[in-house]
């Protein structure tokens, strides 16, 4: 049972990690100025995107689901 858990969420986590991955992979300079740039950004700003990135996140699993 757990592992039926534990397998979606993992490969969901490493399909994560391998798109997170390539801008930095490919484009280094470009990386390093955008998180320049983010930590310019109010914590108020970072928060409600996280939060537009949360909700997308979770319409798509319903949309899916």
């Known amino acids: 049972m757990w592992a039926e858990l534990w ?3 993992l490969i969901g ?3 994560m990690l391998i ?3 390539v801008v930095p992979f490919l ?3 470009r990386w390093r100025r955008l998180v320049q740039q983010l930590a310019r ?3 108020n700003a ?3 995107t996280g939060l537009i990135s949360m909700l997308a996140g979770l319409c ?3 949309m899916i689901n």
Do not use: F, H, T
């Open 7 to 9: 397998q979606p969420l």
């Open 60 to 62: 798509m699993l319903y």
């Open 46 to 48: 970072l928060r409600i």
């Open 27 to 29: 484009y280094p300079g």
């Open 41 to 43: 950004i109010s914590d």
């Open 13 to 15: 986590l490493s399909l």
């Open 19 to 21: 798109i997170e991955g």
